[in-house]
């Protein structure tokens, strides 16, 4: 049972315009989430984070939203660049069993088109 | 040379063969992991490290056998693999272990079976 839902495997938006990619989640026990960005050929890297007592985290051209009512977060990238081109993971991390889990989504694959 | 570094790049092994994996990082972290990535799959964590120490491992399969001699180091060592085991390797690390740590990504090893 996927716990972290990444449901669009890709997203195509035009240079300029705003990016919004989606992240749903099933575990209420997830308090912190992230997302990493990774191309082709190399590893995710950390993009940007938000804990669960915020509804919204900003950083630059990222904001990342959080409704925790819903189980929904989101990546808002504005205005979107052809460098943006990647695919995006979100991930939830929460204190489980004793142990920190952190679980990723399948990645949605961002397309800026200039 | 910074961050984290995975070698090697690509593997191709037979099911009887011994190979290992290897993570370095220069980043003074103390956390260090390992995760696969299969095709269409989310990401997944195979074995964490906590100074040193083995902290989980998430019902990973005995062919596989991490070893950590150092915070810097990290190896996965593979033996009489199956088909099913190729896919990307990535190790991580994070400066603690915690669930609002970052983790910084080598750029993986993929490994294919014969």
């Known amino acids: 049972d996927q716990q972290v839902k990444q449901n669009s495997p890709s997203l195509s938006v035009q240079e300029g315009r705003i990016s919004i990619l989606n992240c749903d989640y099933t575990?209420?026990?997830?308090?912190?989430f992230l997302w990493y960005k990774k191309y082709p050929a190399e590893g995710p890297t950390f993009l940007i984070s938000?804990?669960?007592?915020?509804d919204k985290n900003e950083d630059g051209r990222f904001t990342v939203f959080l409704n925790k009512s819903a189980k929904h977060l989101s990546l808002h990238i504005v205005p979107s660049q052809p460098g943006d081109s990647a695919v995006y993971f979100c991930?939830?991390?929460?204190?489980?069993?004793?142990?920190?889990?952190?679980?990723f989504g399948k990645g949605t694959k961002l397309t800026v088109n200039p | 040379e910074t961050g984290v570094t995975q070698t090697p790049r690509h593997l191709v092994m037979g099911m009887t063969n011994k190979k290992s994996l290897k993570c370095e990082q220069h980043?003074?972290?103390?956390?260090m992991y390992w995760y696969k990535q299969s095709a269409k799959k989310p990401l997944e964590l195979m074995f964490v490290?906590?100074?040193?120490?083995?902290?989980e491992n998430n019902s990973v399969p005995s062919r596989f056998s991490p070893e950590c001699p150092n915070s810097s180091h990290l190896f996965l060592h593979l033996h009489t693999l199956q088909p099913e085991d190729s896919a990307l390797y990535l190790c991580?690390?994070?400066?603690?272990?915690?669930?609002?740590?970052?983790?910084?990504f080598g750029d993986g090893t993929r490994l294919s079976i014969l």
């Open positions: 991580a690390s994070s400066q603690d272990r915690g669930i609002n740590q970052p983790q910084h």
């Open positions: 980043l003074g972290h103390n956390a």
């Open positions: 938000i804990s669960s007592i915020k």
């Open positions: 490290y906590n100074f040193k120490e083995q902290t």
């Open positions: 991930a939830a991390s929460a204190y489980q069993g004793g142990s920190e889990k952190l679980v």
């Open positions: 575990n209420s026990m997830f308090d912190y």
